[in-house]
T-cell receptor, first 110, second 117 residues
Framework: TQLLEQSPQFLSIQEGENLTVYCNSS?????LQWYRQEPGEGPVLLVT?????EVKKLKRLTFQFGDARKDSSLHITAAQPGDTGLYLC??????????FGKGTRLSVIA | NAGVTQTPKFRILKIGQSMTLQCAQD?????MYWYRQDPGMGLKLIYY???????DKGEVPNGYNVSRSTTEDFPLRLELAAPSQTSVYFC????????????????FGSGTRLTVV
């Protein structure tokens, strides 16, 4: 079973600060996805990265896939209270279903 | 589009009771999945289906059963409920059947919170 380790597990920051969360594995993934989950709801897809070294931007969120396709990072610039939630990374290895990390719980305080 | 619809949203079961969690999608997706989410443990795959009539076990299938008689529906059956099955259950779907599977994200329902007492 491929494992995805996310860090940190919890993060509490002030509005306007920058932050980075990490998703690491010893396995190679054909693609990696990031989801955000709010209380009482299911996860919602933010981005899919496919190519090693790929960088994608979604407004203030920047996603990077590692060159070896074993890790990824999510950087948020000038965090806002609306960014609060559980951030999950998930990876595909072959055509088997997504494997999820345990998540990073982010709290942005106004 | 409704997306993925799960019912019920909440349920309390007594030990030994049975129930079916319903899941329906209207996006004509081929693939459907059941995950459970426990606090601090991420999402764990219970069962999945790549099309009508085809199902396969995930990481934690014990105590559950599924069926996929139509493209739209993928119910999850709990027989003889146990306290260890207290969790939040998410159904998801993906893949319209064309293109690269691993480029598609999952669409999740809003979950069923189950408590077994």
């Amino acid at each position: 079973t491929q494992l995805l380790e996310q860090s940190p597990q919890f993060l509490s920051i002030q509005e306007g600060e920058n932050l980075t969360v990490y998703c690491n594995s010893s396995s190679v993934f054909s693609s990696l996805q990031w989801y955000r989950q709010e209380p009482g709801e299911g996860p919602v897809l933010l981005v899919t990265v496919v190519t090693g070294g790929e960088v994608k931007k979604l407004k203030r969120l920047t996603f990077q896939f590692g060159d070896a396709r074993k890790d990824s990072s999510l950087h948020i610039t000038a965090a806002q209270p609306g960014d609060t939630g559980l951030y999950l990374c998930a990876g595909f290895s072959g055509n088997t279903p997504l494997v999820f990390g345990k998540g990073t719980r982010l709290s942005v305080i106004a | 589009n409704a997306g993925v619809t799960q019912t019920p949203k909440f349920r309390i079961l007594k030990i030994g009771q049975s129930m079916t969690l319903q899941c329906a999608q209207d996006m004509n997706h081929n693939y459907m999945y059941w995950y459970r989410q426990d606090p601090g443990m991420g999402l764990k795959l219970i069962y999945y289906s790549v099309g009508a009539g085809i199902t396969d076990k995930g990481e934690v299938p014990n105590g559950y059963n599924v069926s996929r008689s139509t493209t739209e529906d993928f119910p999850l059956r709990l027989e003889l409920a146990a306290p260890s099955q207290t969790s939040v259950y998410f159904c998801a779907s993906s893949y319209p059947g064309t293109g690269t599977l691993t480029n598609y994200g999952y669409t999740f329902g809003s979950g069923t919170r189950l408590t077994v007492v």
